[in-house]
Structures are given as C-alpha cells and as structure tokens.
C-alpha cells in the first residue's frame, strides 16, 4: 500500500524550537511573525501553559508548526495545520492582515495558512490552548478549535459534522487511518478509511446517539467542560457522558481526548506540577478492545491493523500489531501497516510438493472466508488447502474448515478462539527441522561442544571419526568467519555490501515481486534483514565487464545527495550482476505525475527542484563526473516526503552504447533524447540537461513528452512543440490545463516553462549547466526570454 506520508517524530522526542518575534502575553499584533530556529521564543499563552511556534524534530533539522504543553517536559502537541506540514529551517508564519497565519518556506512559498479574507486586528493564544484570530470589529474570525486534528481541549466543543482525524504513527503527523466523526444523525463514531481516497468504512466504535424515531433524543454537541468531562449533548438538553462519573482525579490537572494512531479514544491527566516521574495517565479510552471490535465482513477494512497482519490487545487498551510467521511487514517502518505472505498463490504453477505449512494457534482473520467445509478433519483441512491454489490459510476450529484466500483483514489473538491456523509456505521459507521449529541461528560453538561431549563413552573408532567431524566443523566456520571479514573489508572499502546471489533470490522470494522494468533490467521487491530494498537485475551487461562493473559500482557507492536513490550493495556472483537499492515508497514520477489525479503545483516545484540539484551533484560535485543518459519521470523515484530521487545513474557505461539510447526514429526534440546523440557528437552532460527540459515541462503540465493524438487535439503531439506555442501565445492556461493553483503561481509557472525551453535547445552550447538551472529556478539569476529550440527544423529518422 501506498501511504502518503512525511517522516517525522514522536512528541516525547521534539525539541521545542522558538522563534523570532515580539512577545506579548495578550496581543499578537498583524506583522509580527515566528522563524523557525533553535533559539527563538513562542507566542504563549497568558499563563504560559500553551506556546504557539515552531518543534523542531531531531533527526532530519525539520520544523513543524505547532501548539503545545508548554510547561511540562513532555511538550505534547495538541494542534498542528491540517497534514502535518513539515518545513526547513528557516521557515516562518506571519500574522498578515488578509489572510490571517501564513506558513512560508525558506524560499518563500507558501506552505500554509488560515486563509482568512477579512480585516484581522490582532490574536491571542489562550489558556485554554485556543489560538484565536480577532477581527477589528471584535469577533473570532478563526480559532485552532474550530479545526482540530487528533486533539481536543477542555472548553473545546465539536458541532454535528465535525471530524478529528489520527496520526499516521508516532512519528509522522500526517492524517492517518483513523477518524472520529460526528455525523449529522447525532451519532459519533470511530471508523478506519482508506488513507488514498478518504473512503471512510464501517464504524468500529459507535456512541448510539442517534434516534431516528425521537430526534430530540438525539445527539447535538460534542462538549469537553472546562472541569475535564466530556459528554454528549442531545437535543433535549440531556447527556451521555464518555467520561464516566466520579473517575476524575482530584487535584490541578491538564486534561486532553486524543485519537491516538492505533485507533483508541483516550482521554488523558497530567499533574499541572511535574514531579520527577509524571507522565499523561489515562482517564477512560473507547474502544475497550479494539481488536475485537471490527464486526462488520463487508465494509470492516483491514481492521486495527493492516491487511494479513494480527492485532493483540495490550496494557491500557492499546493494541499492538505484529506479521505473523509466513508473513512479514511490506513497510519495515510501520508495524501497524500490511503485511505480505512469503507465499503467494500461484495458480499456474503446480507446484504442491514444494507446499507446508506454518501453524499458528488463537489467530484468526475472520472476514478472508470463501468455503466452509463441515464437518471435516484437520488432516482433510490441511490437504484441501494445500491443494487449492486461491487457500493461503486454512483455520481448523471444531470439526470445521475455513478456508481463506489473500488479503487476509481483521487479523486477531484470541486465546478463547481454540483455533488453528495453517499458513501456506514454501518448503525452502520453514526453518530447518520443519513447520514445529522456531526459526534462528544456533550458536556454532554450543554446538560442536554438544557433539564434542559425545565423545566419552563411545569407541575409539566413532570417537576418531566425530574428531574428523569437529575439524571440519571448525575449519567451515573459520572458512565462514573469514568470508564475513572479507565482506566487511570490502563494505568498509566501499561503503557497500556485497550480496551473494543466493542471498537475493531468499531476498526476493524468487524474484517473485516486479516493481518495474527499464534498459539496464528488471527491478523486484525484497526485504533484507527488516529493511524492505529494491533489487535491480542486469542484463545485456558488456563482455568482459567485471572490472567494469566494479568500478562504476565503486563510483556510484561513493555519491550521497538526498536526490538520489542510495546504493545500499551489489551482487556480482558468477554471471549474475545485481544492485540493491534503498527501496522508495511512493514509487516513480511517472505514476505521480501521470496519473487520475493532478499532483499539488508546490510539490511537482519542489520535485524539480530536487532533482534538478541531484542532477547538478552528478556532473559537477562527484570525485568522478557522472552522465546519466537516461533522465525520464520512470528513473525519478520519490520517497516518503515526496521528495524526486534520481536512479540508474552511473549505469550507462555498463552497457552496450546501443542499448543505452532510445531508438525513437523522429526528430531530436521527440522523447527525451538530445538530438547529438543521432548526428554522432560528442556526449557531454548537456545531454542529461536536455533530458531534464523535457522532465520538466511534463512536471509543469503533467502530460507526457509524447503523447498519442488519437483525439483530433492539435496540441499536446510532442510536448516540446508544445510547450514553445504555448509561450509563444502567452497561453500558459492552456499549458497547465487550468491547473488553478499553478495559475495562482503564474510568474513562477512562466519561470518554470522559460528554463524548460532553455533546456531543450537543440544547439546544445545554448543549453544552461544544471548549476545555472537550479538558479534560475530558485530566482537567484534571472531567466531571460529563450529562443525557438528547434531553429533547424531536422526530422530525423
């Protein structure tokens, strides 16, 4: 599964960061403004009990904008704009006069903001951890509380219609699976969605409040009283209370309701007096257990966890996720995500002898079912599983037989189930000592003790031949240890690990997950260790291209730009040659830029720009300079942040020149090729700037640079062409497909598109460096009006 996401940390490990501005305790005035640094001051509240400004996270120099307990050690976050944005140092949010907070980057994009189309005359962050915005007639014209995110406050009300939704995990704040909503019946509720699209499935938790016969019984506010209570308000004037009666504690306590990212309402206290081992102590959590709460087989989602994987009730309610054996997580970050089997079914193999199981007990996935057989044996179950190629488990419970085919969802420990579960693996994925064994490595000396103790006691002949045993034994572990050293040698070296194939083919299940395909091989899915990787296999290598391989692995080991794709090791093992990469969740440019739906104009910017500088490290910053030849939104990979990684570089010389150029038989400003490499010139870094051109006008319109004219469009034919008649024309509507919110950015969109033509000039002496492109992007040298680019006019063939 894709999730959108942006790597951050836990609020028990930020360091509160201030920020530049005056400090008032009553009145923020229209101009003052925050900048994100290390030793700055927040906007606080009167009592200084809540701060407004900026967290810094450790370990990537990133900020957030934020409120929080300002006055114990842990600065909990209770209030964050919507997506849990993360900016750069230096960063700032001003109180403008028309558009209320603006939440602006190092270079000045916007990020943020309240947006707020009235006269402001100042604001005010309260103690009750309201961040409110006062109009010059007086009025709240914006407060935080009217836009919570996973936190509400005493004093804090939430109107029919009103939606909280959870973090994605402890350390990313983007809107994760979790919602609370009141819906417009009175009723609130708990459900998961589905993080892509929004869907939002069936309630796991649900208050009842509703009452379609007497609608004054039904539910009408959401209210957390300043005294720590929060109830339901009904239309009749009457409660029902989510904090049970008399279970506050007595004293002077910070209070908060917070969905947590696994799904659980928990409302909790923290003594206003820290002591030296205060921490956040719960009052009440709903659900009670929220493995078990998913009942609905049709519309549950995965449940509490991610598909295939297994939810176990924990202290304090909590749950805990974790992949069963024959599974393992496809996100090695998110144990709460999805799992995958090492089996997958495959109807086209026949494949049975191959075929055990793993046997779990007390785990059940109970809406995966597509045959019941009843009554039936646990042999007959197991049999007729392993024979069917849709089964992935089989659940044997009573003399009954549930067959089940993948994804497997609501996945759940019961010790009172009395189940079984059989999980499909291949033979070769069981531990040694089949299904029954716990898979490890024993410990080579404890073993050849165990053998060397059977020495006494026997005769002269056995005691002779287990002595030979001992000796090999030792000398294949010396030989092993020595094999480990040799590759720490080479890894110290070369900064990689070297890989036997072996190795990669258990790293892939058999090379069994494709990610994609391109020139230089195929790319598969794999995990290593916990670490989820991308494998890269080569083909058509050159001949004779060891030492070659060697050497420009060497090379490629030794970059390191947040913009490229990490080399992590390579494989070079009898004629196999295979490179592992660190494996990019959100897959490539292409699929981002090229799909249903058009990408933010602030992120597509912030991929160019990324790229542009990872291409400019490339050619100008490595010890050895580097042409990729094969720049195109399928090489360009985007992380978790979105963040445009550039991979395959430094392949090129791997292969026959051929084979690394595109056979396009049109003109040189088709595709993404430079016209020199058809008329036989040198090939200098200007090809990779062209290239980028290309890449980058596809960024700005998000249309391919070839595109089928299957629909009677005069434009759009070559994106090139395009794109020059559209400057031309001052269409640059028309470029962008009335993309408003790159319409609302003109100048830069016309910035963007003027690079781009330079870029593409067919004249290549014409074309600036990638240094003089990440310039002219980032405004610090002026883009003057470029040239036609195709001035000759060649169509070549």
């Known amino acids: 599964m894709k999730r959108f996401s942006c790597v951050i940390l836990s609020t028990t490990i930020l360091v509160p960061i201030l920020v530049i501005a005056q400090q008032t305790n009553v009145s923020i005035l229209v101009g003052s403004y925050l900048i994100a640094t290390d030793d700055a001051t927040p906007w606080l509240s009167p009592s200084a009990d809540f701060a407004f400004g900026f967290q810094r996270f450790q370990d990537n120099d990133t900020f957030m904008l934020s409120i929080w307990y300002n006055n114990i050690p842990e ?162 004037g009457k409660r029902a209370d989510l904090t049970p009666n008399q279970e506050l504690p007595f004293g002077d306590y910070y209070h908060r309701a917070t969905l947590d990212f696994d799904g659980v309402l928990t409302q909790y206290y923290h003594p206003k007096v820290s002591g030296q081992n205060t921490s956040w102590a719960t009052v009440w959590s709903y659900p009670e257990n929220i493995c078990l709460s998913f009942r609905d087989p049709v519309s549950a989602g995965s449940g509490a966890c991610g598909f295939n994987n297994v939810c176990r009730l924990g202290p304090n309610n909590r749950p805990t996720c974790e992949c069963p054996r024959g599974f393992s997580l496809l996100d090695p970050n998110d144990s709460y995500g999805d799992c995958k089997s090492y089996y997958v079914p495959n109807c086209n193999e026949v494949e049975f002898n191959n075929l055990d199981f793993v046997e779990l007990t007390d785990i059940d996935w109970p809406f995966a079912d597509y045959v019941i057989m009843n009554p039936t044996s646990e042999t007959e179950c197991k049999s007729s599983c392993l024979t069917d190629c849709l089964c992935a488990v089989a659940v044997y419970r009573g003399n009954k037989c549930w067959k089940k085919k993948l994804p497997l969802s609501n996945g759940k420990v019961d010790s009172s189930l009395g189940v079984k579960a059989f999980v499909k693996v291949l033979k070769s994925d069981l531990p040694p000592g089949g299904p029954s064994q716990v898979s490890g490595k024993k410990n080579d000396r404890q073993t050849l003790i165990i053998v060397g103790s059977a020495l006494f006691g026997t005769s002269v002949f056995v005691n002779i031949v287990l002595m030979l045993v001992i000796c090999l034994g030792m000398f294949l572990i010396y030989q092993r240890n020595v094999e480990k050293l040799d590759q720490a040698i080479n890894a110290v070296e070369t900064n990689l690990i070297r890989f036997r194939y072996k190795q990669l083919v258990n790293a892939t299940n058999g090379f069994r997950d494709e990610l994609g395909r391109g020139a230089f091989g195929v790319v598969y899915k794999g995990v290593i260790g916990t670490n989820t990787v991308a494998v890269k296999k080569l083909d058509r290598m050159v001949q004779d291209g060891d030492k070659e391989f060697r050497t420009e692995v060497n090379a490629i080991g030794r970059t390191h730009h947040k913009n490229l794709v990490r080399l992590l090791g390579f494989c070079d093992d009898g004629n196999n040659r295979l490179l592992v990469y660190e494996y990019m969740i959100n897959g490539t440019l292409a699929s981002f830029i090229f799909g249903d739906r058009r990408p933010g104009w602030t992120t597509r910017c912030n991929i160019a720009l990324g790229v542009a500088k990872g291409l400019s490290y490339l050619h100008e910053e490595c010890s050895t300079q580097i042409i990729h030849c094969d720049i195109k939104p399928q090489n360009i990979l985007l992380d978790e942040d979105y963040n445009g990684r550039i991979s395959d570089f430094g392949l090129a010389k791997l292969l026959l020149m051929n084979q690394s150029r595109t056979n396009t038989g049109i003109r040189g400003t088709k595709g993404y090729v430079a016209p020199e490499w058809f008329r036989n010139a040198p090939i200098t870094v200007k090809v990779d700037v062209y290239s980028f051109g290309v890449l980058l006008l596809e960024i700005i319109s998000c249309r391919k640079s070839v595109k089928e004219n299957d629909n009677g469009d005069e434009y759009g034919v070559i994106l090139t062409d395009w794109a020059w008649d559209c400057y031309q024309e001052r269409r640059l509507d028309l470029f962008v497909c009335d993309d408003l919110e790159a319409l609302d950015d003109i100048k830069k969109v016309r910035k963007f598109l003027m690079v781009g033509i330079w870029c593409v000039q067919e004249n290549s002496s014409l074309r600036p460096t990638m240094r003089t492109v990440i310039q002219m992007l980032e405004g610090v040298v002026e883009v003057n009006d470029p040239p036609c680019p195709f001035p000759y006019s060649v169509t070549l063939s």
């Open 75 to 236: 600065k909990t976050i209770v209030w964050y704009p919507e997506g849990g944005h993360t900016v750069p140092r230096g960063s700032k949010v001003e109180l403008t006069n028309e558009r209320g907070l603006v939440l602006t980057d190092l270079q000045g994009r916007e990020v943020w903001s309240s947006g707020i189309a009235s006269n402001i005359s100042y604001a005010v962050m309260n103690d009750t951890g309201n961040f409110v915005i006062i109009g010059t007639d007086s009025s709240n014209i914006w407060q935080s509380f009217d836009f919570p995110t996973d936190t509400m406050l005493p004093t804090q009300i939430m109107d029919l219609g009103g939606v909280m939704y959870s973090k994605f995990s402890t350390k990313n704040f983007s809107r994760g699976r979790f919602q609370l909503r009141f819906l417009q019946d009175g009723n609130l509720i708990l459900n998961t969605r589905d993080i892509a699209s929004g869907y939002a499935y069936a309630a796991y938790f649900a208050t009842k409040t509703d009452d379609p016969v007497n609608q004054t019984n039904s539910g009408q506010k959401l209210i957390f009283d300043s005294v720590g209570y929060m109830y339901i308000l009904r239309r009749n």
